[in-house]
C-alpha cells in the first residue's frame, strides 16, 4: 500500500500544509466469488456421490422372447452356409496345396 503526500508552502506564514491521501482498498469480491463457486461445485458433487438411489431387492430380471419360426429357421440356413463355406475353403486349400 502506498500512501500519497503533497506539501504546499503557505506563504502567510510560513507553515506548510500535509495532505495524506489512501488508496481505496479492494474489497476482495472476486475471491469471495470464486470460493462461494468452489464450494457449490464440492456440495453438487457430494450430493450425487453421497446419495445413491434405492435398488431394488431383486435385481434378476428374466426376459423371454419368442422368436418367429422364420426368424429361427434363417438362423438354421446361416449356421448350414457357414459350414457349407468353411467346407468350400478347404477344398480350395487342399486344391492348392496339392498343386504346388
Known amino acids: ?6 506539501r504546499t508552502p503557505n506563504h502567510t506564514t510560513n507553515n506548510y500544509t500535509t495532505n495524506t ?4 482498498q479492494r474489497s476482495g ?6 470460493v462461494g463457486a468452489v464450494v457449490a461445485l464440492v456440495a453438487i458433487i457430494a450430493y450425487f456421490v453421497i446419495a445413491s438411489p434405492s435398488t ?3 435385481d434378476n430380471v428374466n426376459i423371454s422372447v419368442d422368436a418367429p419360426a ?3 429357421n434363417s438362423a438354421e440356413r446361416v449356421g448350414d452356409a457357414a459350414a ?3 467346407e468350400s475353403v478347404g477344398d ?3 486344391g492348392a496345396a ?3
Request: hydrophobic residues 50%; negative net charge; glycine residues 6%.
Open 1 to 6: 500500500m502506498s500512501y500519497t503526500t503533497e
Open 21 to 24: 491521501t489512501v488508496p481505496p
Open 29 to 34: 469480491s472476486g475471491v469471495a466469488l470464486a
Open 56 to 58: 431394488p431387492a431383486d
Open 70 to 72: 422364420a426368424v429361427e
Open 84 to 86: 457349407g463355406a468353411a
Open 92 to 94: 480350395a486349400a487342399a
Open 98 to 100: 496339392s498343386a504346388v
